[in-house]
């Protein structure tokens, strides 16, 4: 332990700052990660199901009729031909979003950004340990020629 004039502990607080920074870090970016395996997923099996959906919007619902007025009808056939251009392409749309050479780019940054912290906090800690060391070194030697 390092204790400074005032008597306050230094090294050691940002040893433990350094730590919990590391540990939030990972945190927050294990639970993003997994909101985002769980997006993905979602995506996934509305993709295997693609073929039905696209199957069930177009056969009328029960025989039943939606009563749209006169002057939306046209608006309401443009809606129907974009939602189904959209459920084609989505697969390509999401293919391209997930090879894209961008998101390899930082998801390796991010990587290496980690691992670069967890070297400076191991850095922190040995060099933390060598103080206390020197400390304790110091005091008994103290203690010993006081004696």
Not at 20 to 32: D, G, M
Not at 56 to 77: D, G
Not at 83 to 94: A, G, Q, V
Request: net charge positive; glycine share 2%.
């Amino acid at each position: 332990m390092i204790i400074n004039r005032d008597g306050n502990l230094t090294l050691c607080v940002c040893v433990c700052v350094c730590v919990c920074v590391c540990v939030c870090v990972c945190v927050y970016i294990a639970r993003r990660f997994q909101v985002l395996q769980m997006l993905c997923a979602h995506l996934q099996e509305l993709l295997k199901d693609h073929n039905g959906l696209r199957q069930r919007l177009m056969r009328p619902l029960a025989r039943t009729n939606l009563p749209v007025q006169a002057h939306l009808h046209r608006s309401v056939v443009d809606l129907v031909k974009m939602l189904l251009d959209f459920m084609e392409t989505l697969e390509d749309k999401l293919n391209s979003v997930c090879c894209s050479p961008a998101a390899r780019d930082h998801l390796s940054q991010l990587n290496t950004s980690v691992a670069q912290l967890l070297s400076h906090v191991a850095d922190v800690e040995t060099l933390s340990n060598q103080v206390l060391q020197r400390t304790d070194v110091h005091s008994s030697g103290k203690s010993a020629v006081s004696s």
